[in-house]
């Protein structure tokens, strides 16, 4: 399962993705679903069983523009996004 960290800030963003991979977790930046109603244009995707250190890792920094995590689906062949884990 496919899990987004969702920012109102794309410098927060790129940062947070750079810090998952420096801490050995597969993470990229792409393109905030637009059924997420919320964001920069920018999250980080990363895969459910890295969301532990993930979540760690979020709490070690400063991001103030952090939105939430979010679950990402495909239901029917349609996209879906839950909250997942609530806000750090």
Do not use: N, W
């Amino acid at each position: 399962m496919t899990i987004l960290a969702v920012f109102r800030s794309r410098a927060h963003s790129l940062d947070y993705a750079e810090r998952l991979q420096s801490y050995g977790v597969s993470a990229q930046t792409v393109p905030t679903p637009k059924e997420a109603r919320i964001g920069c244009g920018l999250c980080v995707k990363f895969d459910e069983r890295s969301f532990i250190r993930a979540q760690a890792i979020l709490r070690t920094g400063r991001y103030a523009s952090f939105k939430g995590f979010y679950k990402m689906d495909f239901i029917g062949g349609k996209l879906s996004l839950t909250p997942y884990g609530g806000k750090v």
